[in-house]
């Protein structure tokens, strides 16, 4: 199986920051990655596909790069309502493994 | 509009089969490119694929729980069921249904519409 690993695991950041986190797959996955976005008790929402390609209806704040094994999603500059759980899924193979999580905060 | 929403007992006991129904509404299972996909999501945790069916009816599954785990549709019902079998309470969860955003690789699933969840609590 391929296991996805995030780093960090949580983070503070304030309104304004630009943040940045990070995927890894534990072998390489082409562009086969997205993202998501998950607050509490709601479903996911897709951001990023194909590692790099904005979901529609998403704000361009949020941009996703990498290839291989290493990705990352930035948000340019937090909004308060981006204060969420963020999720890598790596999309291939009929093996849908998904990260972690990495909480952010309030700083 | 997409929909999707998940229905099922809230409740089992340990050793009992899980049956969730998945009904949506806005796109058809019989359409090319179209898959319908199982995650659920510990209390807590992180988010796990069960499993995924397409519209030609290739289905996949995680290969860590392919022995418990079936998926089914009815396609005049707009419809997926999912059943897991021999139900533990590592098991309790909130389970979602899924749609598999069009791409044209088969073996690739996006998740671009989500269910509500459900709450799946398992004791005796």
């Known amino acids: 199986d391929i296991q996805m690993t995030q780093s960090p695991s949580s983070v503070s950041a304030s309104v304004g920051d630009r943040v940045t986190i990070t995927c890894r797959a534990s072998?390489?996955?082409?562009?086969?990655l997205a993202w998501y976005q998950q607050k509490p008790g709601k479903a996911p929402k897709l951001l990023i596909y194909?590692?790099?390609s904005l979901q529609s209806g998403v704000p361009s704040r949020f941009s996703g790069s990498g290839s291989g094994t290493d990705f990352t999603l930035t948000i340019s500059s937090l909004q308060p309502e981006d204060f969420a759980t963020y999720y890598c899924?790596?999309?291939?193979?009929?093996?849908?493994?998904f990260g972690q999580g990495t909480k952010l905060e309030i700083k | 509009q997409i929909t999707l929403k998940e229905s099922g007992p809230t409740l089992v006991k340990p050793t009992q089969t899980l049956t969730l129904t998945c009904t949506f509404s806005?796109?058809?299972?019989?359409?090319?490119?179209?898959?319908v996909g199982w995650i659920r999501q510990p209390p807590g945790k992180a988010l796990e694929w069960l499993a995924l069916?397409?519209?030609?009816?290739?289905?996949r599954y995680s290969p860590s729980l392919k022995s418990r785990l079936t998926i089914t549709k009815d396609t005049s019902k707009n419809q997926v069921v999912l059943t897991m079998t021999n139900m533990d309470p590592v098991d309790t969860a909130t389970y979602y249904c899924?749609?598999?955003?069009?791409?044209?690789?088969?073996?690739?699933?996006?998740?671009?519409?989500w269910g509500q969840g459900t709450l799946v609590t398992v004791s005796s």
């Open positions: 899924a749609h598999r955003r069009g791409v044209v690789v088969p073996a690739a699933a996006y998740f671009d519409y």
């Open positions: 806005g796109f058809s299972l019989s359409t090319s490119g179209v898959g």
């Open positions: 069916i397409y519209w030609n009816d290739d289905k």
């Open positions: 072998q390489g996955i082409s562009s086969w």
């Open positions: 194909a590692a790099s």
């Open positions: 899924q790596q999309a291939n193979s009929f093996l849908y493994t």
